[in-house]
């Protein structure tokens, strides 16, 4: 009932910045928090940043300072903005929206590669 699409994936330098983007489709009215989870190979996939409807955000200490999430409730995206990006933040990042208690349901993307070179 919900879909994710992301996109902004792709090969940058260390150092350099990249902004991706998850565009929800469906029942959007239902979706309070949506972040962006990554997975590198041989590691469990972990939370990058997640925003709520109200706009309270989380971040991961390893991308604190340098990654911002944001949204438009209204269009159903999420965006993340990624600076100072290092190897290490190399990585398949999904999109992840989770609705409100009442609906009970979680949603993810397809993933999208973000690989950063030294």
């Known amino acids: 009932q919900v879909q994710l699409v992301e996109s902004g994936g792709g090969l940058v330098q260390a150092g350099g910045s990249l902004r991706l983007s998850c565009a929800a489709s469906?029942?959007?009215?239902?979706?309070?928090?949506m972040g962006w989870y990554r997975q590198a190979p041989g590691k469990q996939r972990e939370l990058v940043a997640a925003i709520t409807r109200d706009s309270t955000t989380n971040y991961a200490g390893s991308v604190k300072g340098r990654f911002t999430i944001s949204r438009d409730n209204a269009r159903g995206t999420v965006y993340l903005q990624m600076n100072k990006l290092k190897p290490e933040d190399t990585a398949v990042y999904y999109c992840n929206a989770e609705a409100y208690r009442v609906y009970d349901a979680i949603y993810w993307g397809q993933g999208t590669q973000v690989t950063v070179s030294s």
């Open positions: 469906g029942r959007i009215f239902t979706i309070n928090r």
